[in-house]
């Protein structure tokens, strides 16, 4: 695994950072027309397309490249589809689906259709019944990737505006998400997925390793804001930064995600390659979600009260860690796979 970046990757990187520090502040701001109108200049910039072929419309790199701007996105802490439209929805279509699959939606996708997965719902008799919980981007998706169980796992693609789906927003902690109902909704003609069972899993391999990204730029962020900080803030007449406490703090930080990027970014580069990465996804999940929470636990003893107000971004950092560590699995879940790796377990 060579993690060099290439000159396009850097220019993906570089490009991702810049537009995203001058996009709305992270918040309360964010509001389903503001988010809504990111994920439409993020389609004019090729974000929707990074990972597919040019033949589906697409910009021929990489789910390496993709989580990049990932990375970016979460180092902003901007509330943005692309990881459910992309990652979660348009990578596991592109691995498994068929090739008719693949030529319907891909394209679809890289032209801006906001796409999210569903999980949780039961096929019956032809139709959809239940009611899912933390569906991201609900209220603006498209189409709904609904992962439904009957004999063997379903994936279906459904219009979300098709009547009898209804969505309710979640009071949580982290971006927001929603309640998602299915009252006996007729499963289309033509909208199952020939893989389901492979899809369903593609989602959550490829929706942690997104996830991972996400939370290696929150931690990035987390990390500059307090070293900036401790060399601003003063006590007794000198920067809090030149106390040894206070750099030693900062230097658990920094090796802290420096191994989560690299655990992170050693899954998210088997998955490109097309590899298996279970065992990789367990423990880059498992791990980078402790880290993020304890990068933003150590942040807040370095600034103090401050940092705990819903004004300042850590405050905002923190919420998305606990969120995001809750994400595809948490750390126990990840563990007992990395066991069963071990042979340790059923």
């Known amino acids: 695994m060579d993690l060099t970046l ?13 537009f995203l520090s001058a996009a709305e502040p992270s918040g309360t701001l964010w509001t389903a027309e503001s988010t809504g109108k990111l994920w439409t200049r993020m389609v004019e910039l090729g974000w929707a397309g990074l990972p597919f072929p040019e033949e589906y419309g697409g910009l021929g790199a990489g789910f390496l490249e993709l989580c990049l701007v990932l990375e970016e996105i979460g180092r902003a802490r901007v509330p943005s589809p692309l990881a459910a439209t992309v990652a979660c929805c348009g990578m596991p279509v592109m691995r498994y689906g068929t090739a008719a699959e693949r030529a319907a939606w891909l394209p679809a996708i890289t032209g801006g259709r906001l796409l999210t997965h569903v999980e949780g719902i039961a096929a019956q008799a032809g139709t959809l019944l239940g009611t899912a919980m933390f569906v991201p981007h609900a209220d ?3 189409t709904l990737l609904v992962i439904a169980h009957a004999d063997r796992p379903l994936a279906v693609l459904i219009d979300g505006a098709t009547p009898g789906i209804s969505r309710e927003p979640l009071a949580v902690v982290g971006d927001e998400s929603y309640r998602v109902s299915f009252d006996h ?26 996830t991972c ?28 930064g030149a106390f040894q406490a ?3 703090h900062c230097a658990d930080m920094a090796v802290e995600v420096l191994g989560a990027r690299l655990l992170a970014y ?7 390659a097309g590899l298996d990465a279970s065992t990789e996804v367990a423990l880059a999940k498992s791990w980078v979600s402790e880290v993020y929470q304890r990068v933003c636990a150590t942040a807040h003893q370095v600034h103090g009260a401050i940092g705990f107000t819903a004004e300042h971004g850590l405050h905002h950092y923190t ?8 994400a595809f699995g948490d750390a126990d879940h990840h563990i007992g796979t990395i066991v ?3 042979g340790m377990g059923e």
């Not at 939370?215 to 070293?227: K, N």
């Not at 050693?266 to 490109?272: G, H, S, T, V, Y």
């Not at 919420?319 to 809750?326: F, N, Q, T, V, Y």
């Open 185 to 210: 909704v007729p499963i289309p003609e033509g909208s199952v997925l020939a893989s389901g069972s492979e899809i369903a899993a593609a989602i959550a391999a490829y929706g942690a390793a997104a």
């Open 6 to 18: 290439t000159e396009e990757q850097e220019l993906i990187r570089s490009t991702a950072r810049e």
């Open 213 to 240: 990204a996400e939370m290696v730029g929150g931690a990035q962020a987390v990390l500059d804001m307090t070293v900036d900080y401790a060399t601003q803030r003063e006590q007794f007449g000198r920067p809090i």
């Open 319 to 326: 919420r998305h860690a606990m969120a995001c560590a809750l």
């Open 340 to 342: 069963r790796h071990l």
């Open 266 to 272: 050693e899954a998210i580069w088997r998955l490109a």
């Open 140 to 142: 603006i998706a498209d």
């Open 246 to 248: 206070v750099q030693h």
